[in-house]
DNA sequence: CCTCCACAGGAACTGATGGCGT
DNA sequence: ACGCCATCAGTTCCTGTGGAGG
């Protein structure tokens, strides 16, 4: 057994853990009370709050950048109304999903499904026609008079996918209580857009947005009186040092006061300086942990791309600032390396943009005049992260190890 | 001023996959 | 057994674009 670990197990025994509470560092931890957002809060509450008259509450849609509290409001708020309903005794069923974690809309629609307690038989993952899976939700409310309230997180990415196959699920969704004769439908939907109305139908929007409400951004002031309140009941007294919050909430400012992001954040920081040892957390530990996070992401994401994706970015990684002209070329030379189809330039363009939206190279349109328009990109990442994404990659039978 | 290059990137289509209902 | 329906990676075809060089 190494060292450190022994270490950890040891300093986790004697209980010197400057963490005592994980949980409420947690990303899915509500906490008894939501800092500034107290007006937001009565708002959702009045909209919802006619399911306890048992008639159907406003349909609701939410507006905020990533980490302005939006599900901690809606989660807190059902909260506070299923307390109430306990007592009298009629079914409120919540069923929450992230449209960014379902491939389409066929999935979402099964996982709300699944939260009503349908069964794999009922609703299976793959087969069906949608408008199917729709019916047998509709009627499992209808049939056992549920109150439902669904709420959809990052509908934009719905609405997109919906546009995209000409499907009028949110239509659907919007108008679902006139097919109902018993129960109710309620839906929450939670964008990180503003401009997302513009992808809808004029028709949903008047349904859905009977309610809008938008989440401020939070300043650096504000994030660190959130992760302070987190603090108190998450170290042991005086744990983190004053300049490691403000870099903490710094950081998060950084991206638009993401708050989740900085508590995140703040307990891996906890984390590794639990494991140095050390009784404080510092700014060292903190930015640590940040370039940690970072590059665990950039991995996980490298390791899971198809053979293809991977080559490409492979290509950009020997060629720094070719255009994609050259990149193809180098990736097609991979290619005939390793014996395997080229894939056509236009998927190739397309790979390289997907790969340049989550930031691992980057890419600037450059005019060359009757050499005509092309990009360039370059890698954004250490290249040996790259290579330790790759290094035990097998693509059926074949390793890359070679050609990094 | 016009042309023309080397792509960018949208749209529509294809073919494989996979599991349903009948 | 068969057709249906949705999804997904990839292809085909297309129009658009900015400026160096004529």
Same mark, same amino acid.
């Given at each position: 057994?190494?060292?450190?670990?022994?270490?950890?197990?040891?300093?986790?025994?004697?209980?010197?853990?400057?963490? !005592?509470?994980?949980?409420?560092?947690?990303? /899915?931890?509500?906490? =008894?009370?939501?800092?500034?957002? /107290?007006?937001?809060?009565?708002?959702?509450?009045?909209?919802?709050?006619?399911?306890?008259?048992?008639?159907?509450?406003?349909?609701?849609?939410?507006?905020?950048?990533?980490?302005?509290?939006?599900?901690?409001?809606?989660?807190?708020?059902?909260?506070?109304?299923?307390?109430?309903?306990?007592?009298?005794?009629?079914?409120?069923?919540?069923?929450?999903?992230?449209?960014?974690?379902?491939?389409?809309?066929?999935?979402?629609?099964?996982?709300?499904?699944?939260?009503?307690?349908?069964?794999?038989?009922?609703?299976?993952?793959?087969?069906?026609?949608?408008?199917?899976?729709?019916?047998?939700?509709?009627?499992?409310?209808?049939?056992? !008079?549920?109150?439902?309230?669904?709420?959809?997180?990052?509908? +934009?990415?719905?609405?997109?996918?919906?546009?995209?196959?000409?499907?009028?699920?949110?239509?659907?969704?919007?108008?679902?209580?006139?097919?109902?004769?018993?129960?109710?439908?309620?839906?929450? $939907?939670?964008?990180?857009?503003?401009?997302?109305?513009?992808?809808? +139908?004029?028709?949903?929007?008047?349904?859905?947005?009977?309610?809008?409400?938008?989440?401020?951004?939070?300043?650096?002031?504000?994030?660190?009186?959130?992760?302070?309140?987190?603090?108190?009941?998450?170290?042991?007294?005086?744990?983190?040092?004053?300049?490691?919050? +403000?870099?903490?909430?710094?950081?998060?400012?950084?991206?638009?006061? +993401?708050?989740?992001?900085?508590?995140?954040?703040?307990?891996?920081?906890?984390?590794?300086? =639990?494991?140095?040892?050390?009784?404080?957390?510092?700014?060292?530990?903190?930015?640590?942990?940040?370039?940690?996070?970072?590059?665990?992401?950039?991995?996980?994401?490298?390791?899971?791309?198809?053979?293809?994706?991977?080559?490409?970015?492979?290509?950009?990684?020997?060629?720094?600032?070719?255009?994609?002209?050259?990149?193809?070329?180098?990736?097609?030379?991979?290619?005939?390396?390793? $014996?395997?189809?080229?894939?056509?330039?236009?998927?190739?363009?397309?790979?390289?943009?997907?790969?340049?939206?989550?930031?691992?190279?980057?890419?600037?349109?450059?005019?060359? $005049?009757?050499?005509?328009?092309?990009? !360039?990109?370059?890698?954004?990442?250490?290249?040996?992260?790259?290579?330790?994404?790759?290094?035990?990659?097998?693509?059926? $039978?074949?390793?890359?190890?070679?050609?990094?």
């Amino acid at each position: 057994m190494s060292d450190p670990i022994d270490r950890i197990l040891d300093a986790v025994e004697a209980g010197e853990s400057i963490i !005592k509470n994980r949980d409420v560092l947690r990303l /899915d931890y509500v906490p =008894d009370k939501i800092q500034y957002r /107290d007006s937001e809060m009565e708002q959702v509450t009045q909209s919802l709050s006619p399911i306890l008259r048992q008639s159907r509450p406003s349909n609701l849609l939410l507006y905020g950048e990533p980490g302005t509290g939006k599900t901690l409001v809606i989660k807190k708020v059902i909260e506070n109304i299923k307390q109430r309903v306990e007592k009298s005794n009629f079914p409120i069923n919540v069923a929450y999903s992230n449209s960014k974690n379902e491939t389409a809309v066929y999935g979402l629609l099964v996982s709300l499904g699944r939260q009503l307690d349908l069964n794999e038989k009922e609703l299976p993952t793959t087969g069906l026609a949608i408008s199917e899976i729709f019916k047998r939700i509709l009627n499992k409310i209808n049939e056992q !008079k549920l109150n439902v309230i669904f709420v959809i997180d990052e509908i +934009d990415n719905l609405a997109e996918k919906a546009q995209k196959t000409g499907n009028d699920i949110l239509y659907q969704l919007t108008r679902a209580n006139e097919r109902l004769e018993q129960g109710s439908l309620t839906l929450v $939907g939670i964008s990180n857009r503003l401009t997302f109305r513009d992808l809808l +139908d004029p028709r949903v929007i008047s349904s859905l947005g009977e309610e809008e409400i938008i989440f401020t951004n939070y300043n650096v002031e504000q994030i660190k009186t959130i992760l302070r309140e987190r603090i108190k009941e998450a170290f042991v007294e005086n744990a983190v040092e004053e300049p490691a919050l +403000d870099l903490c909430a710094g950081k998060a400012a950084q991206q638009h006061g +993401d708050a989740r992001r900085a508590i995140d954040l703040l307990l891996k920081a906890g984390e590794i300086a =639990d494991r140095r040892q050390s009784k404080k957390v510092t700014d060292i530990h903190i930015r640590e942990a940040f370039d940690k996070i970072e590059e665990k992401l950039v991995k996980t994401t490298l390791e899971k791309y198809p053979l293809h994706k991977k080559l490409v970015v492979i290509a950009v990684m020997r060629a720094s600032n070719f255009t994609t002209g050259e990149i193809y070329q180098i990736y097609k030379n991979l290619c005939k390396v390793l $014996g395997r189809d080229e894939l056509t330039n236009r998927r190739i363009t397309q790979m390289l943009s997907e790969i340049e939206l989550f930031g691992i190279i980057s890419g600037r349109i450059v005019n060359q $005049g009757s050499h005509g328009s092309t990009k !360039k990109f370059e890698l954004k990442v250490p290249s040996e992260t790259v290579k330790m994404a790759f290094k035990d990659s097998k693509e059926d $039978g074949l390793t890359l190890q070679d050609i990094i």
